[in-house]
Structure formats: C-alpha cells, structure tokens
C-alpha cells in the first residue's frame, strides 16, 4: 500500500475518478433532462391531439367535401359586379382517363413526395417554418392532401391552430382514402383561374380539348396554375416573364449583361411563360416561366426524358391559347381586387368561402370609362397605338373610381388581358412635375429663369423634343412646355438621384431602384412605375401634400356576415401624414393648370382649374427616336386620372404619336365624365405663397441697375421669396464683335457701351442649391449660357428682348484684336456712280454702280434706302439693286456701307428725289458742280435745297 493514502490509489487519481463520475452524473442528468422534455411534449401533443380531434370535422364523407359558397363583388352603389363561381365551370372526371403527364406535373411541382408521406411532409414542414423567420427562399409547406383539406373543410383563417387541424386532418384522410383517390379530387375541385374548376374544365377553358388530350407542354401549363391561378392566368397581366427594367446601353455594358443570370430579381417579373427578351444592344435573353420550371423539375425527378425535355422547350414557345370567353364588368378591376384579397386570405377563401366584397368602384363611371377607351383606342390606331388605359382615384379617399386595364381584356392580338394599370413603364414627361416640385424644395420657383439652351454633361447632349431651344424662359414656361433641357438642370438643382427617390417614395411610387445608375435622364421619366402609382404619386398634389393610399375595397365580409376588413370609415384628411410641404404642391399645381403656358386645350376643363401634364417616353431604332409610351396626367381637387396610349408589348408607334393626342383625349373626356355635376373647388392656395417682383435673370430683389423692362412677378414660398439686392449688371466698353476691350484703333460701328449680365450668377436660385449643387457643375452650366449667346446673331439678340445695350455674360478683359492700327490706317472708301446730292433717282428698281477703294479688301456692299436695307452685295462689281416706293418729288436718303475685310466700315449718303433719273446733269454739268452738289441736304422738311442748279429747271 502506498503511503499516504488508505487504499492505494494517490490523490490526483481520486480527485480525477471524482471529477469524472461528476461528469458522469451531469451528462446523464441533462440526457434526462431532454428525454423528459420530449416526452412531456409527446404527450402534449397527444393531448392536443386528441382534444382537437373532438371538434374536427369527417373526411369520410366525400361528397360534402366538394362543396363551395360564391363570393359576390359589388361596386360602391351596391350594385353586383362579379359573382365568383356563379358561373363555375367544373366537370369531375375519373383519374384513370387522364394521361401520366397530366398526373406526373402536378405531383412535381406540387408535392413530389405525395406517393411516400402520410398526409404531410416533415421536410418540406420544416423548411417552410424556418422561412418564416427569414432563414431559406420563402414557400409553403402544403402537401396535395393538405391542400384539399384546407379547400374542402377547413376555415379560411392563417393562424397555426388551423395548420395543426391541416395537419390532422390530412393524416386521417390518407389513412381513410386512397392516393389515387386523394389526387382525384383534387384534380377536379382545385381553381385553375377564371370560372374553370378541375383540371377536365381548365383543359376546355385554356386548350378547347378534354383533359384526357392534353400534351406535355399544355399538362405542365395546367400543373403552374393552381399555385396563383389569377396571377398566373393566360388571360392576364402575368402571361410571360418579362424583363421590367429598360436598360440603357451603359447599364448593360457596365454590368456585362448577357444571360439571365447577369440579372437580379428587380430587374424581372415571373410569368407564367418563359420569354425571350431582347437588349437594347441586340442580346437575347430568355426568361423562364412557372411552366418552364414545372417541365424543368419533371426532367430532374426523371418524369420525363431528356428529348421530352428538350422538345418541350421549342413547343411551349408555340403553345395557343384558346380565346378567352370571359364574360365580365370591370374585369381588370375585379381582377386586381381580387388578387388583393388572395394575398390576403388565400386563394381558396376567396374562390370559395361565401365572401361579399364591397368596393369603391362607381360602375356606371367605370361603363363610360370603358367606352371612353375603346373608341378613343380605334381612333389612335392610324398612328400605330393598339391599345389604352386609365385609372381615376379620388384623392380624399383614395378610392378607385374606375380602372380599365386595356381597350379589351378578351383581344388576346393585342394581349389585352394584361392590365396596363399596373405594368410599368417609363412615364416620360409625365414624371416632370415630381423633379421640379423636388427642386421647389430647395428654392427653385416658378418665376425663375432657367436657360433652355445646349448642354453637355460628361459625353451626353441632352436634347428637347422638337431639337430646338427656347433660350432663357421661367420654369413656370418650361414645365408647362415640357422643356427637357430645363428639366435635366432641375434634376441637378434637385439633388440628383437619390433625392429624387426620396421624394417620390415618399408620395407612394416605390417602383425606382437606388441601385440602377438612372442618372439625369431620370427627369425625363426613364424610370419605369405604374399608372397606378403615378395616380398614387399625383393624388398628394391634389391633396396639398398629404397622402392617402389608393384604396379599392370599402368592406368585406364572410359569410356569416363578420366583417374582415373595412375601410368605409376614412380618416380625417388632416389626420393623414403630411409628406410633402403645401407650399410645394400648391405652386406645381399653379404651374400645371395655367393655361398660358401648356400645351393645348386638351389639357383644360371648361369650367375649373385642373393640374395636367402630358408625357411621351422614346426609344431609338436604327438613329430613329419612336414613341412608345403616351401618357396625360391630371387632376382637381376631386379626381386624379392617368391616361395611357401605347402598345401592350412596349414596342414603337407612329412618329407622329404623342401624349398630347393620344392619352389627352382619353384623359380629358373621362374628367369631363366625372365632373360633370360636380361644384367647382379649387386649389388651396397656403398664407406663405405669395406674388413677389424680382429681377428677371437673377431671381433678386431689382436694383436701381435693374432695367425696369427686365423685372417680372411671380409666385414664391415665403422662406425662399428675393431677399438680396440686384448685383448681376455692370457696364464696359466693348468691341460688340467679340465683347473685349476696346482702342483707339476700334472702328466706331463696334464701339459699344453694353450693360452685362453676369453670367456666374445665373441659375444659382437660392443658397440651397449652392449647398447642393457640385460646384464644377453649376460653373459649367454657367459657362454654356454666356458661350451660348455670344453665338447668337443681331437678330436673335433681339429676339430675346434684353434691349440692344444689354448683353448676357462678361467683357474679355484684354484689348480687341480687331482693333490694329495697321487695319485703322487701311484707305477705304466708297461713292455712287452717276449720283450726288439733289439727284433724282428712279421710282421701281434702280441699279446702283459704286467705286471703292479698300486696301484690305471688300468683305461686302450693303445699300439702304432710308435706312432700310435692300441689297447686300459680296462680289465684284460690288453694285446693287434698290427699289424706290415713294411717289415722284418725294425725298430719299441712299446709303452705302462698305466693309473690309478687317471689319473696318465706310459708309455715304445721299439725298435724293424720286423722279426722271434721265434729268440728272450729264457729264459736264457734273464736274461743274461737282462741290456744290456735296452740299445739298434733306431740310426737316423733307424738301431738298436749290443750291448751284434749279430743281424746277430740271424737271421742265
């Protein structure tokens, strides 16, 4: 025994022995622990099991379980517009007529697991559990039989109690029925969209064949509805997957777009079809649809063969639809609706738990809007339009008043089940007034001056519509116009992009993507939204800033009469959330109704101010600029309504096309519609917009070297209204051919005492925009108004109505080098052949022969007949043409300018009498009074003076 311990063993083992046996203890008890913790939870779930089992109802009685309650649409009179399965198409058939594909596709994209579980799939439970806490791709977790269960006996209600039931109930069905049995019914019971109720209807309905008929292709269409069946309807506005972003060419490249796994999932929309897209830069890319992926998951489960897989990738792209025999009022709107209430409650609530839907919709306005659409729709035809839209809101409540999708939901030609409501698309010029009411922000104000002149931002030269310039105009004039090179400047006055996503999220358009690199086309509408969320954006302008969320829904309730959801009760406008400033909205407004400065008539009511813009978005075909998209935008007080015109599938129309004349119609006639019996309300103009006086060009309080000619008046928000003096005219003598310094050496005719307009003061607007606008970009744009006009010709100086002593930019602070002695010291002179003083010159054409002497050169003859210019001359012999008007005995005044080539000028007059030209001294008479003749004058009377001859004796 070793020492020191009683039984041998040291004390390091004893302390390890114990340690371990601790361990020992511990493990066990925690091993305990959890197996207690699964047991108890076992018998919980037993308990609840069998609880609940109590108040379930039977799945032995099949016949009950097929049965349905219609859902009822009305509008916001109470009148019925749609009944769900009022007129329900179903047909049960046996499972054994149908063939495997049919069978095979659904099982693959529904439950592929269905011949091996028990009712539910643990696996499939369990990934859909942790989606729900953000971990995986969202999706469900329903197997066929929970799925039939949950259509068939089962309140419509999300919560986890009914899953627990689902799940009950779908394991004591498996164990009472078949498979076969199971997929049976619920090939016959579930929607496939429209009135068609089982898979034997959806066959007629989609395909005009039996079910037993169906191909591979049309069984994997068929298997992709049930999962959305209004989402996914080819009668609808998710037929094909399509790309719904408009990349310019420089997105492309810089992102090396090329296949569709280049693009993220904001750049695309999933269809029901796979489609192919095309680029800008030519490249195709092919964008799958849920059919596609069924057909893709039967070839992974080895449901089919590969050439089976590879043949149905061409055949799907030649799939045809049978026409579309639906039947039914606003069925773009009830469309919408009820895609609303799926994603609410389900679809197979809303197809089958005996709901009534109480909408906002007016049905008569609605019939007239549809008939607004289709006759303006055939009219717009020649100008190669196939199809219209429009929805009108009411911004108080937000309520839907009228939505028509397309000209004619059932024209598959023109794919008119799609509803251009809600696709997006660039709004063009119609999303101008949400750039300048961003810039309103930052000081920018109607009465403005903004130069609508050529522009170059880093390699691009932005352009207007017509390619022309309109020079400086008010901002008030070039939104009203729809100047884009004002807008561009907005944009940059506004903050750029990311403030102008800011601003427009904050009305409600949320389609812009922070990501995309849109740039300044972006004021010009290159970003793509909706009708619907412009009806959105624009209803905060009717609103005086607040937003109300465009609603369709007054009231729904279930069949037992409790009510789900209800809206009839609207919160008080001034309870609403103030999102944009009263101030702002009030001077778009102002602008967009002012009928001096739009674009026509179309854009007016007869009887009330309404806020109107049109817009056209483009798009360049071979060096050709098409329109595509044609929209008018307006609205009062009491209605807000887009119009659009265009193609369902985005491409070109006529050259001729435009928003004015294709949407204003549209647009114009369904306000008319609407207002017709309705008083007159008004814009609400806020205390602190006021009519200030300013300084035309630099937006200050005018100065005494302020011309008065050059001061107007305009609206401004207080906090921005002119606080500073005039300080943008100074005066120099300049050389008025290049505006530089002059000499001695200047010819008189160029020496000119101008006023200048400092042209690095301009377009500067407020101290905001100092802080925001890149100052080399600001320069820049200042730079291009002052080489703008030193282009400019005497005429168009004039034309801009500044005054002839006024001149736009600054002297060159150096001595004209136009102004040489040498070119002083040049002879130069100039005198008309045959004439002097108190001649009589022809009345009708007279040729005029000159002598000149210039040792620079002749540049040009101009001869002037009472200071009227007649006729310039540039070649030798340097003689002109006059044509004398007056009667005879009448005095005139001929002069002669010529100019060298250094721009050196002489000029002669010569005072004359329209008479016998034939009377004039002959040759010897005139060297006689060759110096008396220089003395001859007009006297104020306009007599000529007898000097050395008698007037009387010549003309006797």
Request: charged residues 30%; proline residues 4%; glycine residues 6%.
């Amino acid at each position: 025994m070793k020492k020191g311990t009683r039984d041998g063993f040291s004390s390091e083992y004893r302390r390890r022995h114990k340690r371990n046996n601790k361990s020992k203890k511990e493990s066990f008890s925690f091993a305990s622990f959890i197996l207690k913790f699964v047991l108890f939870f076992n018998i919980l779930g037993l308990v609840a099991t069998v609880w609940f089992s109590l108040f379930l109802p039977s799945v032995t009685d099949l016949e009950n379980l097929m049965g349905k309650e219609s859902t009822v649409f009305f509008d916001v009179n109470g009148e019925v517009i749609y009944t769900v399965n009022s007129e329900e198409l179903r047909e049960n058939i046996s499972i054994d007529t149908l063939n495997e594909h049919t069978l095979n596709a659904t099982i693959a994209i529904e439950d592929d697991k269905f011949y091996s579980h028990k009712g539910f799939d643990l696996g499939g439970l369990a990934k859909a559990v942790l989606s729900e806490f953000g971990l995986g791709s969202p999706r469900g977790g329903s197997t066929i039989t929970q799925q039939f269960i949950k259509n068939s006996l089962l309140s419509r209600e999300r919560t986890y109690i009914r899953k627990f039931k689902e799940l009950i109930l779908a394991s004591r069905l498996e164990r009472k029925t078949s498979k076969k049995d199971i997929l049976e019914m619920y090939l016959n019971r579930i929607p496939y969209g429209g009135q068609a109720y089982g898979v034997e209807k959806a066959a007629e309905v989609f395909f005009d064949k039996n079910a037993a008929d169906l191909n591979l292709v049309e069984s994997a269409i068929l298997a992709a509805l049930p999962n959305a069946p209004t989402y996914f309807s080819p009668f609808g506005d998710n037929k094909y997957s399509t790309i719904t972003k408009e990349f310019t060419l420089e997105e492309i490249q810089e992102r090396s777009i090329q296949e569709f796994d280049d693009l993220s999932s904001s750049d695309w929309s999933y269809g029901l079809l796979g489609k192919e897209n095309e680029l800008a830069n030519g490249v195709k890319i092919f964008i799958p649809g849920r059919a596609d992926n069924v057909l893709r998951r039967m070839h992974e489960l080895e449901l089919i063969s590969d050439d089976e897989f590879e043949q149905s990738k061409l055949d799907i792209q030649e799939v045809e639809f049978n026409q579309s025999k639906i039947k039914q009022k606003a069925y773009h709107f009830v469309t919408y609706v009820k895609s609303l209430l799926e994603k609410e409650f389900g679809k197979d609530m809303v197809e089958n738990a005996g709901l009534k839907v109480y909408t906002t919709i007016d049905l008569d306005f609605q019939l007239k809007a549809e008939e607004i659409v289709k006759k303006n729709a055939k009219n717009n035809e020649t100008y190669g339009v196939n199809n219209a839209a429009v929805i009108s809101i009411e911004p108080e409540t937000g309520y839907i008043k009228a939505m028509v999708g397309s000209k004619d939901f059932a024209n598959a030609e023109i794919e008119g089940y799609n509803n251009m409501v809600l696709a997006l698309r660039q709004p063009g010029s119609s999303f101008k007034p949400l750039v300048f009411a961003s810039a309103f922000e930052r000081g920018l104000a109607p009465g403005h001056t903004i130069f609508d002149i050529p522009i170059k931002i880093g390699n691009d030269t932005p352009q207007n519509y017509d390619g022309d310039f309109m020079g400086p105009i008010s901002v008030r004039k070039a939104l009203g116009q729809s100047r884009n090179i004002p807008a561009v400047k907005a944009y940059y006055v506004a903050g750029e992009q990311d403030s102008i996503i800011s601003f427009t999220e904050k009305v409600g358009i949320k389609s812009l993507d922070r990501r995309s690199d849109y740039g300044w086309p972006l004021s010009l509408g290159t970003g793509e939204m909706s009708l619907f969320e412009l009806a959105q954006g624009y209803s905060v302008f009717a609103n005086e800033g607040r937003l109300r969320e465009i609603n369709p829904i007054l009231k729904v309730e279930d069949e037992n009469g409790e009510i789900l959801v209800d809206n009839r009760f609207i919160v008080d406008e001034n309870q609403l959330e103030q999102v944009v400033e009263p101030e702002i909205t009030y001077l778009v407004n102002d602008i967009l109704s002012d009928k001096s400065v739009n674009l026509g008539p179309r854009l007016t009511l007869p009887d009330r101010k309404v806020a109107a813009k049109t817009g056209t978005s483009t798009k360049r075909i071979n060096k050709i600029i098409y329109p595509t998209n044609l929209y008018t935008v307006g609205w009062t007080k009491d209605l807000v309504t887009i119009a659009w015109a265009g193609n369902t599938d985005g491409s070109q129309t006529g050259l001729k096309a435009s928003g004015y004349s294709q949407a204003g119609p549209i647009w114009q006639e369904t306000m008319l519609e609407y207002h017709k019996d309705l008083e007159v309300r008004d814009f609400i103009k806020p205390r602190n917009v006021n009519s200030y006086s300013f300084s035309t060009y630099s937006g200050m309080i005018p100065s005494p070297s302020t011309p008065s000619y050059l001061v107007s008046d305009d609206l401004f928000i207080d906090d921005f209204k002119p606080s500073k003096s005039d300080d943008v005219y100074f005066e120099a003598t300049v050389d008025s051919r290049n505006r530089m310094l002059v000499n001695e050496y200047c010819p008189k005719e160029y020496v000119k005492e101008l006023k200048f307009i400092d042209n690095l003061k301009m377009e500067i607007f407020s101290d905001e925009v100092l802080s925001t606008y890149k100052p080399n970009l600001l320069k820049d744009r200042q730079n291009e108004i002052r080489d703008w006009f030193n282009t400019l010709s005497d005429e168009e100086i004039l034309d801009l109505r500044l005054g002839s002593k006024v001149a736009i930019g600054s002297p060159i602070l150096e001595e004209s080098d136009l102004c040489k002695k040498e070119y002083a010291e040049n002879e130069l002179s100039i005198e008309a052949k045959d004439l002097k003083n108190g001649y009589f010159i022809n009345r009708g054409n007279t040729e005029v022969f000159t002598n000149i002497k210039a040792d620079a050169g002749v540049e040009k003859v101009e001869f002037y007949v009472n200071d009227f210019l007649k006729f310039t001359s540039t070649t030798e012999p340097f003689r002109g043409i006059v044509r004398i008007t007056s009667p005879n005995k009448t005095p005139v005044q001929l002069k002669l300018k010529v100019f060298d080539k250094n721009d050196f000028v002489v000029e002669r007059n010569y005072n004359l009498i329209v008479g016998d030209a034939s009377k004039n001294p002959k040759d010897e008479e005139k060297e006689e009074s060759k110096d008396s003749n220089e003395e001859i004058i007009l006297n104020p009377n306009g007599l000529a003076n007898e000097l050395e001859f008698d007037v009387q004796k010549l003309e006797n």
